[in-house]
C-alpha cells in the first residue's frame, strides 16, 4: 500500500478516497468495517431512543 504525494491529488478529496478505495483491498475492508459499525452504532442510538421515549411515556402517564 503506497502513499499518495499531495502533488499526485487531483480533483475532490471524496474523488480520491474512492479511487483509491477502488484500488486497494485493505483499505475495501476497512470501509465495510466501518460501515457495519456505523450501522450498529445507528441501531444502539435508534434502541435508546426508543427506551427513553418509553421511560418518558410511562413516567408522565404514571404521575398525571
Excluded: N, P
Aim: glycine content about 4%.
Amino acid at each position: 500500500m503506497g502513499l499518495l504525494k499531495l502533488s499526485q491529488v487531483s480533483g475532490t478529496s471524496h474523488v480520491v478516497a474512492c479511487e483509491f478505495v477502488a484500488e486497494d483491498h485493505t483499505a475495501q475492508l476497512c470501509l465495510r468495517i466501518v460501515q457495519w459499525l456505523e450501522g450498529l452504532a445507528s441501531k444502539a442510538l435508534d434502541l435508546e431512543a426508543k427506551v427513553v421515549f418509553c421511560y418518558f411515556c410511562m413516567d408522565f402517564c404514571f404521575f398525571h
